[in-house]
């Protein structure tokens, strides 16, 4: 059985800062922002190169979360260095880089307070996990 994490749905106060915060200044995808009916907004942003989207939404059941919420998603990248340096330079409030054993994060946070970690794994730590 295949099972593949596609869609998380992000907690958000304002639906128009959160996609231009996700769009603008992490570079997100804007897939889809519709309105089908009556209160219900639905905006999906997906990360270059990500196989997983974020859902921002309003009107939907089931899916309420306090804003802000959020915690510990990972954006997985070859150079947390440079992508901090991209983000700082967009204007995101970027942490320092923590280096845990050669693992590297660094941390930020939406408007809202969702919290994300941009990771580097180097290919020696990768390859071990894959074949112990």
Same mark, same amino acid.
């Given at each position: 059985?295949?099972?593949?994490?596609?869609?998380? /749905?992000?907690?958000?106060?304002? !639906?128009?800062?959160?996609?231009?915060?996700?769009?603008?200044?992490?570079?997100?995808?804007?897939?889809?922002?519709?309105? =089908?009916?009556? %209160?219900?907004?639905? $905006?999906?942003? %997906? /990360? /270059?190169?990500?196989?997983?989207?974020?859902?921002?939404?309003?009107?939907?059941?089931?899916?309420?979360? /306090?804003?802000?919420?959020?915690?510990?998603?990972?954006?997985? $990248?070859?150079?947390?260095?440079?992508?901090?340096? $991209?983000?700082?330079?967009?204007?995101?409030?970027?942490?320092? !880089?923590?280096?845990?054993?050669?693992?590297?994060?660094?941390?930020?946070?939406?408007?809202?307070? &969702?919290?994300?970690?941009?990771?580097? !794994?180097?290919? &020696?730590?990768?390859?071990?996990? $894959?074949? =112990?």
């Amino acid at each position: 059985m295949e099972m593949k994490l596609e869609l998380v /749905p992000m907690p958000v106060s304002d !639906i128009d800062r959160a996609k231009a915060f996700y769009v603008e200044k992490l570079g997100f995808n804007a897939d889809h922002d519709i309105q =089908p009916g009556g %209160t219900m907004r639905i $905006v999906q942003l %997906t /990360p /270059p190169g990500s196989a997983c989207s974020i859902l921002l939404s309003s009107g939907l059941q089931g899916l309420e979360m /306090p804003p802000g919420s959020l915690r510990g998603l990972h954006l997985v $990248v070859a150079d947390v260095s440079k992508a901090r340096e $991209v983000l700082a330079e967009r204007g995101v409030a970027v942490s320092e !880089i923590d280096d845990m054993g050669g693992v590297k994060y660094v941390y930020f946070s939406d408007p809202d307070g &969702n919290s994300w970690s941009l990771q580097e !794994i180097p290919p &020696n730590i990768r390859a071990s996990k $894959v074949n =112990p």
